[in-house]
């Protein structure tokens, strides 16, 4: 039936996370032992003080149609945190809040992009800013990194895949998948590069933020000259573990902050009341009250780390935010393990869920066919036993 269905839909590409945990969710109800490492979602709960306010907002009865652009006590809350957490001066006007920040990107591809314009991807990147540049008529331009260089784009990479069709650069920093993290030297030498190109916008996605044990957290449109041309796209649901809140946001040139207010009222209209009313309690937090879980997950992340170094085959970085490791494995390619033939990360993948019972994302999903996404958004037991069946697997 698919000759029936719209051409866009039909060369749209099914979310490789979403999938691979819809199948570790199907093989678990059949009664398999399956530990999914697939999915990037906190296993924290929200907040106590973040669910008080969500109650008190229902009995305070917000429950009629919310402003397309967001609750303006909410917007003001978001132009405070970024002040207190980014340096950046954003009035309410610039600020946008959707249906989280998967919304966020959408709307900012579908006002920015005509078709035919080019944005620069540095691989690995999250998989849907591929399928919504698409969608949105643009076509993307895939800058590869590799473990060895913290997969991190260079200044001189950028520079190399600069056309006249270019248009935008979208990245992630904390990153997902790789969990690397862009310091304000790296930055600026990429600024550096975007300061001879006026007409190219950004957009950082920042959604990580919290979750980041470098130390500091740079912000590029921090960096002098970089505000009026970066989209700032962040959201409660990583660093509050609010990811079935849905509630995502911008900052933005007021322009780009208008055109997707205008097109969010034609699609969906404002987020959800409740959400935006415990949102603003979030936002205004000091990010202090994370401490706790952010060093669950530094413990985890040196927990799974430390075991995979000790893997022979796999390749490693020690990344510095969200909560994915990303190893090569690319030196399986060619091999047989157990009677399968691994031809890529795909089969890899394929290969631990059938063998081990582990639930991981192939870096084909991401940009990068070398490598392979765990998330280590579990605990240390599971992560442990996990790591162990992966070892015997690949043993």
Known sequence: ????????????????????????????????????????????????????AAKKAI?????????????????????????RDNNLEYKPS????????????????????????????????WVSYYEIIKLSGGTPIEVPTSVETDFKMTAEQLEKAITPKTKMMWFSSPCNPSGSVYNREELTALCKVLEKHPNIYVVSDEIYEHINFSGTFCSIASIPGMLEKTVTVNGVAK?????????????????????????????????????????????DADPSVLNEMVTAFKSRRDLVVGFIQNIPGLKINIPEGAFYVFPDVSSFFGKTLKGTKIENATDLSM???????????????????????????TSETILTEALKRIKEALA
């Open 1 to 52: 039936m698919n000759h029936l269905l719209s051409d866009r839909v039909n060369n749209l590409s099914t979310s490789q996370t979403l999938a691979m945990a819809a199948l570790a969710r199907e093989l678990k109800a059949q009664g398999k032992d399956i530990i999914s490492l697939s999915l990037g979602e906190p296993d924290f709960n929200t907040p106590d003080f973040i669910k008080e």
């Open 94 to 125: 610039q600020i946008v809040v959707s249906t989280g920040a998967k919304q966020a990107l959408y709307n900012i591809a579908q006002v920015m992009l005509n078709d035919g314009d080019e944005v620069i991807l540095p691989a690995p990147y």
């Open 59 to 83: 009995d305070e009865n917000y429950s009629t149609y919310s402003p397309v652009d967001g609750y303006v006590e909410l917007k003001e809350a978001i132009c405070r945190k970024f002040k």
């Open 239 to 283: 660093a509050f573990a609010m990811t079935g809140w849905r509630i995502g946001y911008i900052g933005a040139p007021e322009f780009i902050a208008k055109a997707c207010t205008k097109i969010q009222g034609q699609v969906t209209s404002g987020a959800n009341s409740i959400a935006q009313r415990a949102t603003i309690t979030a936002v």
């Open 351 to 377: 290969y631990l869920l059938a063998e081990a019972n582990v639930a991981t994302v192939t870096g084909d999903a991401f940009g990068n066919p070398n490598c392979l996404r765990i998330s280590y958004a």
